[in-house]
């Protein structure tokens, strides 16, 4: 009997895709916002996504918005069909993260896949 995880298995998962067919999908939701850089990070982005796996994001732009709402940017996204866990950093911010990197910052930068 298969563990109880792999039974309730979502219906459309990331692992239904190979990694280049997920960033093409996303390039192409992708395409037409206003972006300075688009990254894959997380568990597609190293390859060993899980059926309940999200995509993880990180995308560049310039906006005034608070960082809580900038993913209400994008609703492009919810096209994927699977969830997304996005986070939208201005360009300074990014710049600045990646001049003075976190812990996570640096396991980004040792994973991260460009997108745009």
Request: charged content about 30%; aromatic content about 8%.
């Amino acid at each position: 009997m298969k563990p109880i995880l792999e039974r309730s298995r979502p219906s459309v998962s990331v692992v239904d895709f190979s990694r280049e067919q997920l960033m093409a999908r996303l390039r192409a939701l992708l395409g037409g916002e206003i972006l300075v850089s688009a990254w894959l990070i997380g568990s597609c982005a190293r390859g060993d996504a899980k059926p309940w796996s999200d995509i993880d994001l990180i995308l560049v732009r310039e906006t005034d918005l608070p960082f809580v709402e900038r993913p209400r940017l994008f609703p492009c996204l919810d096209e994927m069909g699977v969830p997304v866990d996005l986070l939208v950093y201005t360009p300074e911010e990014f710049s600045a993260l990646e001049n003075h990197p976190t812990s996570f910052w640096r396991q980004a930068q040792k994973e991260r896949l460009r997108l745009i």
